[in-house]
């Protein structure tokens, strides 16, 4: 592919300028209605690229085919990313800056020269010296996460449409919303997709690979206190938020938590908490690696919550556990070939595959559940979630040249 001139920079940079925040506190689907304006402008590409059957259903997804080009039988390829970004830093007038042929020293933003990229506190920034680095400006989010993604297939598709005569199988494109608040697939219409495999393009480190993931469950908590005018409580108010606070300080302040695990070590992660003196509510989210895991910090958590509410004889805890993805390798271990190509697909863009595992989710995670195994490839976007994301260039580009040799590694040895 080194004479082809890739797109992908060019998408990008239109895409991250459209506003798709999703709303966790939203019920609709799409959680927000702007997240459709980047999934109507795909449709408009795809089909001015050629592709007849692009559709966009009310949940804001794109479906979308490359029709196979070749006599073999090869099973359905889906390449899917999402279209939202996160509702942690806002998204609106995104103003991307490019930093050509980056020299290696601290990027101070525009906008906010207060916000400096580090390379000591990057260090995958330390190696893109040469490379173009795309940030903010510093008042929003880049939106890399998961837009470079989108922009990959979309440049990979119109590879294979400029490239009549490169060989490949059916590819089946799929672009979700609402990835970002863990809804991404739930309107996904399994049987409309059609396909046998898939791939997320969501990573981060060029050359990544991540076949594993957390399994996940929420725990709600919900403490109902004893209120009563404060002039007269004496011996009668107990109050949910202590109880609450008196649970919460029980748990272990140097592990099985975000700040203090990595690599393999699960946790269990108080993210939300509201409440008043009659009644407190907090959500847990749980991950680990295994699945028997998540029960035994269940199981942590009830009693530590029993012991704390000893002391609130009068006040009633509800404990409730959601169950919310499990580890992709369970279904993609069953399906080598998935991994193998994938890998084979990065070695041939000349790059060293990373392999790796999640501390986290993504569509992927679900899909593979839902019958299409689904492992995660690199699509070089860094820091995601914050003022201080970026992305490199040459790293979209060879994310395009992955996913080129995966899809024509699949007509090869089928």
């Known amino acids: 592919m080194n004479n082809y001139a890739h797109t992908v920079l060019d998408r990008f940079l239109r895409y991250v300028k459209i506003d798709t925040q999703s709303d966790p506190n939203s019920d609709t689907a799409p959680s927000t209605q702007k997240q459709k304006d980047l999934s109507r402008l795909l449709i408009q590409e795809l089909e001015a690229m050629g592709i007849t059957d692009a559709e966009l259903d009310p949940a804001g997804y794109v479906y979308a085919t490359l029709p196979a080009n070749t006599d073999k039988q090869v099973p359905t390829i889906c390449l899917c990313s999402h279209v939202d970004t996160s509702p942690e830093t806002s998204g609106k007038d995104v103003k991307p800056v490019i930093h050509h042929d980056y020299d290696g020293s601290v990027i101070t933003l525009p906008a906010d020269a207060s916000i400096k990229i580090n390379p000591e506190q990057h260090p995958e920034l330390k190696l893109k010296v040469g490379n173009d680095i795309v940030t903010a400006d510093g008042t929003t989010l880049l939106g890399a ?112 938590s975000p700040e203090t695990t990595e690599d393999r070590a699960g946790f269990v992660h108080p993210y939300e908490i509201k409440g008043g003196v009659e009644q407190t509510e907090i959500t847990f989210i749980i991950r680990s690696f295994e699945d028997e895991k998540l029960k035994e910090y269940e199981d942590f958590l009830q009693r530590k919550l029993a012991e704390a509410m000893l002391d609130f004889p009068n006040s009633e805890a509800q404990f409730t556990v959601f169950e919310q993805y499990r580890n992709m390798k369970n279904v993609v271990r069953e399906h080598p070939q998935v991994s193998e190509y994938a890998i084979e697909a990065i070695e041939r863009a000349g790059l060293s595959p990373r392999k790796g595992s999640i501390r986290g989710g993504t569509d992927g995670s679900r899909l593979s559940f839902m019958g299409l195994p689904c492992p995660n490839i690199f699509a070089g976007e860094y820091a995601f979630h914050s003022k201080m994301e970026w992305a490199s260039v040459q790293d979209m580009e060879k994310a395009v040249e992955t996913l080129v040799n995966l899809v024509k590694i699949w007509e090869e040895k089928s």
């Open 145 to 256: 996460d998961n837009k470079a993604g989108v922009a990959e297939i979309m440049d990979t598709v119109h590879y294979f449409l400029t490239h009549l005569e490169e060989k490949h199988g059916r590819i089946r494109i799929l672009f979700t919303t609402d990835e970002e608040i863990g809804r991404g697939v739930d309107h996904v219409d399994i049987e409309k997709l059609d396909a046998d495999f898939g791939y997320t393009v969501d990573g981060e480190a060029l050359g990544s690979f991540e076949d594993e993931t957390f399994s996940a469950d929420m725990v709600r908590i919900v403490i109902d206190g004893v209120n009563t005018h404060p002039g007269f409580a004496k011996d009668q108010m107990e109050n949910s938020m202590k109880a609450a606070a008196r649970f919460l300080d029980s748990l272990p302040h140097d592990s099985l």
